[in-house]
């Protein structure tokens, strides 16, 4: 059988990540960062706005902001004004709260927020140490964040191997991850699916369409995003995001993201490279 030999030949190949930095190389799109923050007059303000489809560059007097929750990664920006935006190549993009995934002059988002919303979040999942299960719902996507939910579960990333699990019933679920915009057909059995799931829960919203509405809201069907049906605990950005962006959002969600490199040995809360 050719999978045995292959399998001979090739060795491990799951990633050791969280325990070790592992990602995609220095190529990977993982994100967008500004490298001059700075405002300028009113005509380079404009300029630089200007530049992203979806609204995701903001300039101001403080300088230039960009939101991760709204940038599709379409790279417009970077190749029209290498001057003033970069790619990130790392993947570990998820915020807590929905600040945090603004960049630029300030820095991610609201530091005395953060804090609060990590402290909060830890003290309201200390019992999800062991086995967690995850619910996934479609709440209205275009398909592309689904298959980099259902690669969690390859022989690559092996979410299992951390004790994580999906599972079909939102009653048996600790986690609920939800990729799309949230469209209005959608909003009663999301707030069903929540209610259904057992205390202490976690809502992650995973993706552009899902964080902020998408390229194009709010529409007669959509609205902002997850955030305006659900309370969110974590954000994921991108579009899509990647595996690892997503794992590293259930990490962050559950509290075991410091655990697990403590455990290694390791004291790094960086992204790998």
Do not use: K
């Not at 057992?198 to 998408?214: C, H, K, M, Q, W």
């Amino acid at each position: 059988m050719p999978w045995v030999t292959r399998g001979l030949s090739d060795g491990i190949v799951t990633t050791r990540y969280p325990r070790r930095p592992d990602g995609y190389g220095d190529g990977f799109r993982g994100a967008v960062r500004t490298v001059d923050p700075s405002g300028g007059d009113a005509e380079e303000a404009a300029a630089v706005a200007a530049v992203c489809p979806t609204g995701a560059i903001h300039v101001d007097r403080a300088g230039v902001r960009l939101d991760r929750g709204r940038c599709i990664l379409c790279g417009r920006c970077v190749a029209e004004r290498p001057d003033r935006f970069a790619f990130d190549p790392s993947p570990e993009v998820a915020g807590l709260t929905r600040a945090s995934l603004v960049v630029g002059a300030d820095g991610p988002g609201d530091a005395s927020e953060l804090a609060e919303a990590r402290a909060a979040l830890a003290r309201r999942v200390r019992a999800l140490r062991r086995s967690v299960h995850i619910r996934h719902v479609d709440a209205g996507s275009d398909g592309a964040a689904e298959w980099e939910v259902n690669a969690l579960v390859n022989p690559l990333y092996d979410v299992h191997r951390l004790g994580i699990f999906f599972t079909a019933s939102p009653r048996h679920a600790d986690l609920l991850l939800v990729t799309g915009v949230g469209t209005a057909a959608m909003v009663e059995p999301l707030q069903r699916t929540f209610e259904a799931m057992p205390e202490p829960r976690v809502v992650l919203a995973a993706g552009t369409d899902a964080t902020s509405g998408g390229l194009v809201h709010p529409t007669y069907a959509t609205g902002g995003g997850v955030g305006d049906v659900l309370p969110v605990d974590v954000w994921v950005p991108g579009s899509p995001p990647s595996p690892f962006s997503l794992l590293h959002g259930i990490l962050l969600g559950l509290g075991l993201l410091d655990d697990r490199r403590r455990a290694a040995g390791g004291t790094s809360s960086g992204g790998p490279r």
